[in-house]
């Protein structure tokens, strides 16, 4: 294996796994280690690698030819596609170890911040030495950060959970809220909620819309309630109503009531729809101007960082006011219009209204066939009066059109899976 004798487990987390062709597989997300009965070091048996739609398989360290700070390589194209499952006598390094309370030999406590993995002349990968940060009562001073030999900790191998989160937040901070998402399912139901509660508001919301809905119940009511309103509010209307939609409705009140007025009333008005009609499923804040503004002034704001691409691809013409319900629906621009366009001239002059918009009653199977048929990431939802009330874009379709629990790992299939190909290693 053409790889450093000594690997820090940390630094490995998201780094790109590639077979022998240089086609990337997926990523690392944790080493896999097997507990001895003598005190020896653990023994690492191999990586837990994510592939393509959140599948996690094993990968035997045997077949890795190289590590390195930018790659994993394999030596065999060949893979175990059986979803990863730890057995009784592992543990999953980054899962299980980082952050947890440990105490040095010299009696001094600190955290881990890291466990390395060191080859032997046989081939043999152990863990063999552990960062560890000193635990100080200083508030704006770190304490020194220790690299120690495995058997001079103690505290790694009970069984009593004593972790913190600052050391998984760090690994987990650059992911993306799906992947994130996806991380917090594999920790056990204490872990997942008292990471997700150290997630700023903002950042929490962005997840929680990624999560199945009972792991999205069960982190909300895990925080206190003035904390709950608060990622609420910071959550899509829609996400937040979908969310609420699975609470009982005294606790939906307790929750609206606690949110700021402003940010309560779209998600009160989402939530009075019937569940499977565009209502339901609809943002109640697309990009809405009035007909006098320029085609620089629309391409400025689709820009804004904020917008998914769904909601930023589309500027939607109003009369005032252009808040939802807006004044009397005028049509759209499609992005790629405002790019054709000189900046200075207005939207009511490229503005166009030749689609019906949908009603807040039309279901789901016919927004789908009219989205389909006209090729549209998103249609305006006008009431009785022609007012916008808010638009459907193509990922709300998605997310209603699949099966309820597609956001459960348990539930995902991924690629069809060969259980009688050859195995990656003996683990599976």
Not at 39 to 48: A, N, T
Not at 289 to 297: G, K
Not at 382 to 391: E, I, P, T, Y
Not at 409 to 423: E, H, I, K, N, S
């Amino acid at each position: 294996m053409s790889t450093p004798n000594r690997v820090y487990i940390a630094r490995l987390a998201g780094v790109a796994v590639f077979d022998p062709n240089g086609d990337q597989v997926g990523r690392v997300r944790d080493a896999v280690a097997r507990m001895r009965p003598t005190q020896r070091p653990p023994e690492v048996v191999g990586l837990v690698a994510e592939m393509p739609m959140r599948r996690r398989i094993f990968l035997s360290i045997n077949r890795i030819t190289s590590i390195d700070p930018d790659a994993v390589v394999l030596g065999s194209g060949t893979l175990n596609l059986r979803r990863f499952e730890k057995r009784p006598n592992e543990l999953l390094v980054l899962q299980e170890l980082l952050d947890r309370r440990v105490q040095l030999d010299t009696g001094q406590a600190g955290s881990v911040v890291d466990v390395a993995m060191e080859s032997s002349r046989g081939g043999e990968w152990a863990l063999t030495r552990v960062a560890v940060r000193e635990q100080t009562s200083r508030l704006a001073r770190r304490g020194h950060l220790h690299q120690v030999e495995w058997d001079r900790v103690r505290g790694l191998g009970g069984l009593a959970d004593t972790r913190g989160t600052a050391n998984l937040l760090a690994v987990l901070e650059d992911m993306r809220p799906a992947d994130l998402a996806n991380a917090l399912q594999d920790l056990p139901d204490a872990r997942r909620n008292e990471v997700a509660a150290a997630l700023d508001d903002e950042r929490l919301a962005d997840v929680l819309g990624e999560l199945p809905e009972h792991d999205q119940v069960e982190i909300l009511a895990a925080l206190d309630r003035e904390r709950a309103a608060d990622v609420l509010e910071e959550m899509d209307p829609d996400d937040a109503a979908d969310l609420l939609n699975e609470l009982p409705p005294p606790e939906q009140d307790v929750l609206l009531d606690l949110m700021e007025p402003d940010e309560a009333t779209p998600v009160r008005q989402l939530l009075r729809y019937a569940s499977g009609t565009a209502g339901s499923v609809m943002t109640s804040e697309p990009v809405i101007l009035p007909p006098d503004a320029t085609v620089a002034e629309a391409l400025a704001r689709i820009r804004e960082p904020q917008l998914s691409p769904a909601v930023a691809a589309q500027v939607f013409v109003t009369r005032a006011p252009l808040t939802t319900p807006t004044g009397r629906y005028l049509g759209m621009v499609h992005f790629q219009a405002l790019l054709r366009e000189p900046p200075a001239d207005l939207l009511g002059g490229v503005v166009v209204n030749d689609i019906d918009p949908l009603r807040p009653t039309t279901p789901l199977p016919e927004i789908t066939r009219r989205m389909a048929t006209y090729d549209l990431v998103a249609m305006p939802v006008v009431d009785r009066s022609m007012r916008l009330v808010g638009a459907v874009t193509v990922d709300d379709v998605l997310d209603h059109s699949l099966p309820r629990d597609w956001r459960d790992r348990d539930a995902m299939t991924g690629a069809p899976v060969d259980d009688d190909a050859p195995l990656d290693g003996d683990h599976g």
